[in-house]
């Protein structure tokens, strides 16, 4: 009798972890290599399951992203709204003040050498408006902490920016 209990005790958990894995969104953690002619980005993003014409809050294209992300300021620390680009052609994560990247100077960025991780901010490292919402790009020297307008634009961007990320490189061993 004490056998069953122990079996169903082990059971249980296993059922949860399964339940959960199949309501995960897909994701693919390594960054993406190869002929950069022939990828495609928004094709790329859309075969790991994500519906783009559903969030409007994300515009991606054969080689590029964008949007608004508020940012956290390294300074002040309060949360500014910015018009991110994730460019696969100039290989950098950049942001602007507002929507006219053609007519101002970018206020920052990072190339994809630099990105070494990005992830959501489970830990709630910092304080956000909405921590559920609340993602992170790990470079060489700084985290930039992100905040998505909606769960799926945070997942979207959470895999398109790992698709350029670099950083990881240096830990490898020579061939």
């Not at 100039?90 to 990247?101: C, H, I, P, V």
């Not at 920052?108 to 990105?115: C, L, T």
């Not at 790009?137 to 945070?154: G, I």
Request: aromatic share 12%; charged share 30%.
């Amino acid at each position: 009798m004490s056998c069953d209990r122990s079996r169903k005790r082990w059971l249980r958990p296993t059922m949860i972890r399964d339940r959960c894995q199949t309501n995960r969104p897909l994701t693919r953690y390594l960054p993406v290599r190869g002929d950069e002619d022939q990828f495609d980005l928004r094709a790329h993003t859309e075969s790991s399951g994500h519906q783009l014409e559903l969030c409007p809050h994300v515009i991606v294209t054969k080689t590029a992203a964008r949007g608004f992300l508020s940012k956290l300021g390294s300074r002040f620390h309060n949360w500014n709204k910015r018009w991110f680009v994730f460019d696969r052609e100039t290989r950098s994560l950049t942001y602007y003040a507002d929507k006219n990247e053609k007519k101002s100077k970018p206020r920052g960025g990072v190339h994809f050498q630099a990105i070494e991780d990005v992830y959501v901010d489970h830990l709630h490292s910092v304080k956000s408006p909405n921590p559920k919402l609340t993602f992170c790009v790990k470079t060489y020297n700084r985290v930039f902490h992100l905040l998505a307008p909606s769960p799926e634009a945070m997942r979207i961007w959470i895999d398109i920016i790992f698709t350029g990320a670099e950083g990881y490189q240096e830990f490898k061993c020579p061939s």
